[in-house]
């Protein structure tokens, strides 16, 4: 059930980002000269926080459901992490 909800909440992370993307990219090619040079930094940092995203994904899809706790809680809190760092940079942007 936990691990069910955490591997939601990224997969929600994941589509979060991926649109992010998109919109960036599509700044970059069609927006204003002042809008591709932020597009090109967001582009920059979406990327590296989607292959974060991913990596806990895989973390979360590796994890038996009789697995000890602490692997659990350590995957919660870098979940936790990983949408705080994105809320930072929305609300920065």
């Known amino acids: 059930m936990a691990l069910d909800r955490i591997r939601g909440e990224v997969n929600m992370m994941l589509a979060d980002v991926n649109g992010q993307l998109a919109e960036a990219g599509r700044l970059l090619s069609q927006g204003t000269l002042r809008q591709k040079v932020d597009a090109a930094g967001d582009?920059?940092?979406?990327?590296?926080?989607?292959?974060?995203?991913?990596?806990?994904?895989?973390?979360?899809?590796?994890?038996?459901?009789?697995?000890?706790?602490?692997?659990?809680?350590?995957?919660?809190?870098?979940?936790?992490?990983?949408?705080?760092?994105?809320?930072?940079?929305?609300?920065?942007?």
């Open 43 to 93: 582009l920059a940092f979406l990327r590296t926080q989607k292959e974060m995203v991913e990596a806990r994904l895989q973390q979360v899809d590796a994890i038996r459901s009789d697995a000890v706790e602490t692997p659990l809680r350590w995957i919660k809190e870098e979940v936790f992490n990983l949408k705080l760092r994105l809320e930072q940079w929305v609300g920065g942007a």
